[in-house]
């Protein structure tokens, strides 16, 4: 057997246990959720504990149901018994992980846990095991083989867990609500945060790239305006400096094809009225969600007392890798 068909009998059996597990999802999977969804409510956590490889695991769960709004731990099973079950308090869940059910180090700290006011969950294949019958809830991950050669080596069955860990974790964070400016705040050295947290202002083309204009203007005046700005729109402004309207070179293209003489026209006659707008302290997402939505190019950015501040070009969000 070369090395290429050993991979992919790997491949094979770490995807025949993952469909495995799939297929064994069940009620016991949503008790699982709302158990957590209630204790996080209560301002409770989650405990993630295991030993060797699962051990391992519940670093990975732990980290992934943090950074996705769960507050989550990760408790030593070894070192559980010598002070570190201070991470545990009345009203968490503890979510333990043995493929076995029957890991001597975990079974020893569970009386210790129980004294606890928590609800264990179990990530098992073996149901009826120690940990199993000790348990509120069981999320069954037992695989048909594992990829070792030998049945031994833990692979399709950490393979699962981990699977079954990120399924825990995206279900509790559909029902809490969480959502992507959420995980941006909790992110935000990384560059999905960065992106995610920048404000209207951050971004706004201003002072001489934001052409404004009077609305007793001419089309022509207009125009040579929005030209030494390089914009295709024109905020127009009433007296009290308040927007009025917007003038693009789509409205122009559209008053010249139906009225030669609309340069000598006054702006405020052809513009468009009641544009859209958004908030200089609104947030860059938001403004790219109003350019998918109306299919516009530009958006004009209105301060508090609705004033033209600046506009948002469409053509700069990819710089902020928000498109």
Known sequence: MNHITRAK??????????????????????????LVVRCL?????????????????????????????????????????????????????VLAL?????????????????RFDVKLIAMTAHPKSSLGRHSDVILNVQVPKEACPFNLAPTASTTAMLAMGDALAMCILDARGFKKSDYARLHPAGAIGSALLVQIKDIMRTDD???LIGENATVKDALLAMTAAKSGTISVTNARGKLAGVFTDGDFRRQMSRDPAVLNATVGGVMTRNPITIRHTALAVEA?????????????????RKRPVGIVDSQDLPKLKLM
Do not use: C, M, W
């Open 9 to 34: 009998a790997v491949f094979d059996a770490e995807i025949a246990g993952l469909r495995a597990t799939r297929a064994r999802l069940d009620d016991q999977f949503v008790a699982a959720v709302e």
């Open 41 to 93: 409510r209560n301002h409770g956590k989650l405990v993630v504990t295991g030993v060797g490889k699962s051990g391992n695991l519940s670093h990975k769960i732990a980290a992934t149901l943090t950074s996705t709004g769960a507050t989550s731990v990760v408790l030593d099973s070894v070192n559980a018994l010598h002070g570190d079950l201070g991470l545990v308090s009345d009203g968490d869940v």
């Open 98 to 114: 043995s493929y076995s059910g029957e890991t001597e180090e975990l079974l020893r700290v569970l009386p210790a846990i129980k």
């Open 209 to 211: 790239r934001n052409p």
């Open 288 to 304: 790219l969600k109003i350019f998918q939505q109306r299919q516009i190019d530009d958006l004009v950015v209105v301060d508090e």
